[in-house]
């Protein structure tokens, strides 16, 4: 039972910022997640595997996919809508 933990707190993860670690998740399993409370730059908090910001998977509350999805359109660069006459 040495579940080494590594103190979060404070760090910046893209837009994230840890506040406070919050309970584990425990998984039927058995199996147990860290999670952290985060805030994002645009003020949205949320909970978040230590996992998912430590392998950068999480890096804002979604804001930032939606940013660069508009970026990308205003580019021109759209997926699967080329062509599209009607
Ligand atoms: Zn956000």
Redesign the pocket.
């Known amino acids: 039972m040495s579940n080494k933990l590594v103190d979060l707190t404070g760090q910046r993860f893209g837009?994230l910022v840890v506040l406070k670690r919050e309970k584990n998740h425990v998984y039927p399993g058995g199996q147990q997640h860290v999670m952290w409370l985060v805030r994002?730059?645009?003020g949205?908090e949320f909970i978040v595997r230590g996992v998912s910001l430590k392998n950068g998977f999480t890096k804002?509350?979604?804001?930032?996919r939606e940013e660069v999805a508009r970026r990308k359109a205003k580019a021109g660069i759209r997926g699967g809508k080329a062509n599209a006459e009607s």
């Open positions: 837009r994002c730059d645009c949205v804002s509350c979604g804001c930032l």
